[in-house]
């Protein structure tokens, strides 16, 4: 397969798709607010796990002298293949590696029991940046039903904040170049075949779902409402990140990809979903299909 373009859009209401330490949305030290290319991989890599599927690099628990603890990445390793010993061949473990899912798409930083390895994923994402002008951070206190444990509150129970944004939507830009596994497919043999057709199309299909599926209390409210995948004719075209180009009218909330036509022109084949039950227009003369059915909106 050639190179493949994209971005992949996601709307937050009264949620909080990607948090920093004080609990707040993510920003820019001018205040723009943005979500973490690692914010968009986890829902992902969540559906892959609940699917049965090989996820490395996800969190897991252990039981350690009573305590639960995260698992070590040799032992999460351990966990999906078998225990590595300083008899364990490098190439073993790369193949192994490489039937992690997650591994597949973006790659992976790998030093355990003798073992160094660095994987440059074949799927690079961007910075998702918020592209809606008039986005307001809500704060809502919370009050638990037990008692704070301050001695001066003592009679009171204990207040908590729950903190989101009233209304964001964030579009991140992404390649895939199948090229970054060339070297691997000499080093590793007939049995590894680099990132083909088939790997595109899972990456497609969770790229379309995954943020949907994630329902957790800061999550809900995030959903996918957009995504555009620009598939190369060749892999001699190359693209800057498109999420740059996308316009957002945050009156009307209509996207147009206009410049974008201008930038990819006649090199590649482009398909457009969105969510058209949300007031979200976009503005392009490519086909469109409708992001939650697949089917082709006129």
């Known amino acids: 397969m050639n190179r493949v373009y994209g971005v992949i859009g996601i709307k937050a209401k009264m949620a909080n798709w990607n948090a920093d330490f004080t609990g707040r949305p993510k920003s820019i030290s001018d205040g723009t607010i943005f979500g973490s290319d690692k914010a968009l991989k986890y829902p992902m890599k969540k559906m892959w796990e609940n699917e049965g599927k090989k996820v490395l690099f996800i969190k897991s628990w252990k039981e350690d002298k009573g305590s639960i603890v995260p698992n070590q990445l ?170 740059d180009y996308v316009t957002f009218d945050s009156r009307n909330r209509r996207i147009d990809l206009s410049t974008i036509e201008k930038i990819v022109g006649d090199r590649a084949t482009v398909e457009v979903y969105y969510n058209p039950f949300n007031k979200l227009t976009v503005t392009t003369t490519y086909p469109c299909k409708n992001i939650f059915t697949q089917e082709s909106i006129a």
């Open 74 to 243: 040799g032992e999460r390793y351990t966990a999906l293949f078998e225990a590595i010993d300083k008899k364990t061949q490098t190439k073993e473990v790369m193949n192994n590696l490489f039937n992690a899912i997650d591994v597949k798409n973006f790659g992976a930083t790998f030093a355990v029991e003798g073992q160094n390895i660095s994987i440059t994923g074949a799927v690079q994402f961007g910075q998702g940046f918020n592209k809606f002008d008039d986005t307001n951070i809500e704060v809502q206190d919370i009050l638990s039903p037990f008692q704070n444990s301050n001695k001066a509150d003592s009679q009171q129970s204990t207040l908590g904040t729950k903190i989101t944004v009233d209304e964001a939507h964030y579009f991140y830009g992404f390649s895939i170049n199948p090229r970054n596994y060339d070297e691997y497919k000499t080093l590793l043999g007939e049995d590894f075949q680099g990132y083909n057709e088939a790997d595109y199309a899972e990456f497609k299909r969770v790229a379309l779902v995954s943020a949907t599926s994630y329902s957790t209390n800061s999550k809900f409210g995030c959903d996918n409402e957009f995504a555009l995948f620009v598939e190369c004719h060749d892999n001699e075209t190359y693209l800057p990140d498109l999420s």
